[in-house]
């Protein structure tokens, strides 16, 4: 038996892509943490550069500062309940998401390779995921599928592990896995050989899907709506899967 430690990049992550995963190793005795590394507030009179980013904030036209910090609290507190349903800890790290720096001013800086000076930013996150460590855990980080900047660097952090003797998993990153293209893209970009594993989550799908649902401000850029979450995930997972009616979760292991 392995305790897990699940790398999510922001509050959603680990529950949009692998909360069967989580439910799995709990099932089978072992623990299970999810640390979410972009967990911090907002930067100080950092306002968004998109209406779109504080769309769920009533308030957002009159306040966009304030409207930001809102929407923190707001995924904090829907990762809260999402974590209860999975019965998982859950650890919120302080760093600030892309959205939430001030340096990051357009969508061009999200989507995007981290830059160099990202570097020192990768070894801190590798530190606190090493802090969170114990025994012979598995590590499951995200793949990047997507380009997500902060996705790439929890994969870089994740790697700083890998190579410090850690054993680790990358998972298929919900909802960017889904859309045509994207996984082969992000694997072609890859340096090196992985293997993929297919591991059933079948007795875990109802509450995977119930956990992601509680993300109601990300669902309809997630989804399309909340109405579109329990058709993807189950679309998605039996595609995934090796068995007919059957509902599988995918990893990457490198060799």
Known sequence: ??????????????????????????????????????GGAP?????????????????????????LRRLWELRG???????IVLGVA??????????????????REIWRAPPPAARALVDAIAARLAASLSGDMIVYAPLAVGSHVDHA?????????????????????????????ALERRLA???????????????HLARRIEAASCYRSQLAGAFGG??????????????RAVAPATFAERVWEPT
């Open 153 to 181: 660097m929890c994969f870089l952090a994740a790697d700083v592990l890998r190579r410090r003797g850690a054993r680790i998993l990358y998972y298929e990153d919900v909802p960017y896995a889904t859309r045509a293209g």
């Open 77 to 83: 507190a829907e990762d809260r309940a999402a974590m």
């Open 1 to 38: 038996m392995s305790d897990a430690l699940f790398v999510s990049p922001h509050f959603d992550d680990v529950a949009f892509s692998c909360g069967g995963l989580v439910c799995r190793h709990l099932a089978r005795g072992e623990r299970a943490t999810v640390v979410t590394v972009f």
């Open 43 to 67: 930067g100080e009179g950092v306002e968004p550069f998109d209406p779109a980013l504080v769309a769920a904030v009533p308030e957002a036209a009159q306040d966009p500062a304030g409207a």
């Open 189 to 203: 970009d890859l340096d090196e050989d992985l293997v993929a594993r297919a591991i059933d989550i079948t007795p």
């Open 90 to 107: 859950g650890i919120h790290e302080a760093f600030a998401e892309a959205a939430f720096r001030p340096e990051v001013t357009g969508w």
């Open 226 to 239: 909340a109405e579109q979450v329990a058709p993807t995930l189950t679309a998605f997972a039996a595609s």
